[in-house]
């Protein structure tokens, strides 16, 4: 592709992670947008199980049946002449490191809020996280169709709790059953609540108000919100462009993703704001333009089995520079290996068509046999390049994993190691009997687990609880298996490494009282 026209259609990528705490809302918004985008005919919501119309976002069969989201989903559509990539998240804690690993590849972050319960623990983590990489984040306040709290109490508990400063995009007209609409303090107007077509918008005056001949403007609600209005533009954040580019400011819209109001506008209005591709740092500190010509990019997730039926295996490649065309050859930095990307596609959550190009920010799927790893760099040209790494977290939580039936353990095998490759659980041995032990950071893993390798891989597994143990690494050279005790399993992770798993924090100052000289290295 000429300089000029990648350029172009860098440009006109939008890509962006959709974060919130379980239940506030995120996947039935990513529908909505699907459906603006013309990606689907009809949005489905994560609870759709009597009718059977379940989200698109939501693929994996246990995702259907619990109504939550387990896995990140990745979804493309064009609006409004811009390429739009979304990556609907886990909600759930348990699943926060595919959820970190996720925020490394996207541009800009969305924050639901659950206007009735405002700003949640997972929330802030996630917020956290987004802070500290400096990427825009934009939120939207869910739920208006349900009485909620006061929106000044909203907005304060975002400023105070996450430390950002906010603006209000629009204004909610009452909530619940009293919902009449939003005044649009950007696009200057009023959208009323469960209209269509011209009766949808009403302008506002020079004094930011609807004319006196409508009936909104001797409304009781409609004349408290001209004073919060008020109210919030004397002594309110002003609206800063630079500051919102930066992180540093975020812009707050109120809607309800359920009944579809307010979704479009804030589509419309976060395209317009949302940043395009940005440069990537390399671990050497170099940053890459996406305008470079050569490809770069980096594997920052693993699915197996998003079509069972063909027992396939996903690396989902974050493309930060150049132009991707099916068929080319790139290296694997990892191993120097050259190798030719003939099968690729692109996501509409469980949907996918092969894909003949792609440009930087965009995110496609590699069809994969076992080459890629979380975290693999691949590169058109063969000089080192290696982007940052991604997140790894420590688990806390361990089970001992075995095969119910020992007639089925080539499946048990096969399960074990492809599930492990995505990230979600770790897999260790023990380091003499070479018994399997997962950790994971959460119990929700092990379900999801337990599930997947009975429904993928038709293998039943037993899991024996061993608590929650702190795992640390020891360098080979200072290792003495003597060392281990019934307080400190020694293991190894699945590249050999040793670790030991000690019972509790007394049991690791005990160990570290008797060996001064070992060092003894956590993930993160």
């Known amino acids: 592709m000429k300089n000029k026209n990648l350029e172009h259609e860098v440009k006109r990528r939008r890509t962006f992670a959709i974060i919130s705490h379980p239940d506030a809302g995120k996947t039935t918004i990513t529908e909505q947008l699907l459906l603006f985008g013309g990606a689907i005919r009809q949005a489905g919501t994560v609870k759709g199980k009597k009718t059977g119309n379940f989200a698109k976002s939501d693929w ?22 811009k390429r739009v990539n979304i990556l609907d998240t886990p909600g759930h804690e348990d699943f926060s490191e595919d959820t970190y690993r996720t925020l490394m590849a996207v541009d800009a972050a969305v924050m639901v809020i659950d206007s009735a319960k405002g700003i949640e623990a997972q929330t802030k983590k996630l917020f956290k996280v987004v802070k500290k990489r400096g990427i825009p984040i934009f939120t939207f306040i869910n739920k208006l169709d349900r009485d909620g709290r006061e929106p000044l109490d909203l907005l304060e508990e975002l400023e105070d709790l996450l430390d950002i400063e906010s603006y209000p995009m629009n204004w909610p007209i009452g909530m619940g059953k009293g919902l009449m609409g939003l005044y649009d303090l950007y696009h200057h107007r009023v959208e009323k609540y469960r209209a269509s077509g011209e009766e949808r918008f009403i302008p506002l005056d020079e004094n930011g108000h609807v004319p006196e001949d409508n009936p909104l403007s001797q409304d009781g609600v409609y004349q408290q919100v001209l004073e919060e209005v008020e109210l919030l533009t004397g002594a309110g954040d002003s609206f800063n462009k630079e500051k919102v580019a930066k992180g540093d400011q975020t812009l707050v819209f109120f809607g309800s993703a359920l009944t579809n109001f307010g979704v479009q506008t804030f589509l419309e209005t976060f395209l317009e704001f949302a940043p395009e591709p940005h440069a990537h740092l390399t671990e050497t500190g170099e940053a890459i333009s996406p305008f470079k010509e050569e490809l770069t990019g980096f594997v920052f997730k693993i699915q197996a089995n998003m079509n069972p039926a063909h027992r396939d295996r996903i690396a989902f490649f974050r493309i930060c520079s150049g132009t991707f065309e099916r068929g080319m050859d790139v290296f694997l930095q990892r191993t120097g290996k050259k190798m030719k990307l003939a099968n690729s596609t692109q996501f509409m959550a469980d949907s996918r068509e092969t894909l003949e190009s792609a440009v930087a920010g965009d995110i496609i799927g590699l069809y994969d046999t076992g080459n890629f790893q979380i975290g693999d760099t691949l590169t058109e040209d063969k000089a080192p390049l290696q982007y940052e790494k991604l997140p790894q977290f420590t688990p806390e939580l361990f089970m001992k994993v075995s095969a119910k039936n020992v007639m089925k353990q080539k499946s048990f095998h096969k399960g074990i190691n492809q599930l492990v490759q995505e990230g979600a659980i770790q897999l260790y041995k023990t380091y003499l009997s070479e018994e399997y032990i997962l950790g994971a950071v959460g119990q929700l893993q092990f379900e999801v687990f337990q599930y997947r390798m009975l429904n993928e891989y038709n293998t039943e597994v037993v899991l024996t609880p061993m608590g929650s143990k702190t795992a640390r690494w020891i360098d080979p050279k200072d290792l003495d298996e003597r060392m281990s005790s019934s307080r400190n399993i020694l293991a190894k992770d699945r590249f050999g490494q ?27």
Request: glycine share 4%.
């Open 60 to 81: 994996m069969e246990i995702e259907k049946q619990r109504g939550i989201s387990v896995t990140s989903s990745v979804m493309q559509f064009d609006y409004d002449g």
């Open 498 to 524: 040793p670790l030991f798993l000690f019972e509790n924090q007394f049991a690791e100052r005990w160990f570290e009282d008797k060996y001064p000289n070992v060092k003894l290295k956590s993930l993160m």
